[in-house]
């Protein structure tokens, strides 16, 4: 007896992906269309850069998805989550990554991902050093110290933590993706997540101030 062949049919658990996840998230289609053709990190690292700098003119904030999107301007944390929403569109995993500074700076998020078992950085920066990273490190801690020279205030080395990665599945869509205003429920799980040491243990390590010419050079800004 010949067996028939099986019918393909499409499997309605499959979770969307593209426009059609971003329309689903909560996204206007407009928005879901225009990050789901960003598809790789190097595109959308490039479409962060282009965004203007958020100044906080108004004072502080942490604004979702698609609120940086309607105001066309976004400062680190606010890129990091474009960048999440835009890899889940992509069909990847959106993590992130909060790298802890010392008292008198601030911290730093990243959106991570993940090539032939190594570990890249998307990141917006008015500095032009705490950028886009290839994916060339091995580990967490390796992407994380690639920003230590250059994570300072004036001439003093400030990066001291880094996090485990965090998915932003976890999150409602409605608290990063959609939300009309300060995601402070993110931004704090951000914080309080599980962070490693980037100095040695015990006591404390002296760290040489940068010279007086990369002090010079970190003072350039993309958006003055």
């Known amino acids: 007896m010949t067996a028939r062949p099986r019918q393909h049919r499409p499997d309605a658990t499959r979770p969307p992906t593209g426009i059609a996840l971003g329309v689903h998230l909560g ?30 003119s108004a004072g502080r904030t942490a604004r979702s998805v698609a609120a940086s999107l309607r105001h066309g301007e976004a400062h680190c ?41 190594y570990w890249g950085a998307i990141s917006k920066s008015n500095s032009p050093f705490l950028r886009y990273r290839d994916p060339i490190y091995r580990s967490l801690r390796e992407l994380a110290i690639s920003f230590f020279p250059q994570y300072v205030k004036k001439r003093r080395k400030t990066l001291r933590t880094y996090s485990a990665s965090i998915n932003m599945r976890r999150f409602e869509p409605t608290l990063w993706v959609t939300h009309p205003g300060f995601c402070h429920e993110v931004v704090d799980s951000l914080t309080a997540a599980r962070h490693f040491s980037i100095l040695p243990p015990g006591p ?21």
């Not at 404390?204 to 003055?224: F, K, V």
């Open 77 to 117: 944390v606010e890129a990091a989550f474009i960048a999440a929403c835009s890899l889940w569109l992509a069909g990847e995993p959106p993590l992130v990554m909060d790298l802890g500074a010392a008292r008198g700076d601030v911290d730093h998020v990243v959106t991570l991902f993940h090539r032939r078992g």
């Open 27 to 56: 996204l206007p289609k407009n928005l879901a269309v225009t990050l789901a053709g960003l598809r790789t990190p190097e595109r959308i690292q490039d479409f962060v850069t282009r965004l203007d700098w958020n100044r906080e």
């Open 204 to 224: 404390a390590t002296p760290l040489r101030p940068i010279d007086e010419i990369e002090a010079r050079s970190n003072l350039l800004r993309d958006h003055p």
